[in-house]
Every structure is written in C-alpha cells, then in structure tokens.
C-alpha cells in the first residue's frame, strides 16, 4: 500500500484543518488505518486510528473531542478532521497503514505516508 498524505498548512489556534491520505492498492480494506505526528524533538505519537470497517475509532487523550477519523473505502481515503487546534498541535502528521486492529504502536503500521506538516499558531 502506498500512502499519501495532503492538507496539512499553517492555522491560527482554535482554527481547523482538515487531513486526507490517498491510498493506492486493492486492499486498502484488509488494513486498520492510523494517523500518527511527531513534533520536533519529540517521539512520535499516535493521534487517532480507524479500524478496517470505519466502525471504530480510537482517539489519543489529548485529541479526544476535537479530532475525527473517518474512512472511505471506496475511494481508499483516510481523513483526519480537526477543529479547535492548539499550538501543541503542531506536528508534522503521518498517515499509517497496519495489518491488525487490535495493535496500537507505531509498530504495528507497515505501511507510511511522507507526512504533512500542520503548524497552529498562538
């Protein structure tokens, strides 16, 4: 699967973004998708995951509330819907894609986009 991500851009805080990675590959159903962001300096975190259905969605602590994942199969689209962004957001983003459900680390994702850089000003 090759993934790539698109959307990311320079917002004030409490503005929104919207995040979207296009997927190539007639199997895109077969994996749970991820979005993942690492800031400078820092380890990279996961943000919010989509099971292989769209069914369910698990979200970090810290974005709970204010982002969303949402995937199309049909089109191989995942998306990341953000509002209420805050400069601890900012982050370059990554689109994952993984085998197994029920697997949460960076690890778990075999397949990754090139990453989008969101930067949220205060």
């Known amino acids: 699967v090759q993934l790539q991500a698109s959307g990311g851009g320079l917002v004030q805080a409490g503005g929104s973004l919207r995040l979207s990675c296009a997927a190539s590959?007639?199997?895109?159903?077969?994996?749970?998708m991820a979005w993942f962001r690492q800031a400078p300096g820092k380890e990279r975190e996961s943000v919010a995951s989509?099971?292989?259905?769209?069914?369910?969605?698990k979200y970090a602590d810290s974005v709970k509330g204010r982002f969303t994942i949402s995937r199309d199969n049909a089109k191989e689209m995942v998306h990341l819907q953000m509002v209420s962004l805050k400069p601890e957001d900012t982050a370059v983003y990554y689109c994952?894609?993984?085998?197994?459900?029920?697997?949460?680390?960076?690890?778990?994702?075999?397949?990754w986009g090139q990453g989008t850089q969101v930067t949220v000003s205060s």
């Open positions: 994952a894609a993984g085998p197994t459900e029920e697997c949460s680390g960076s690890g778990c994702y075999w397949f």
């Open positions: 590959g007639r199997t895109f159903s077969t994996y749970a």
């Open positions: 989509v099971s292989m259905s769209g069914r369910v969605a």
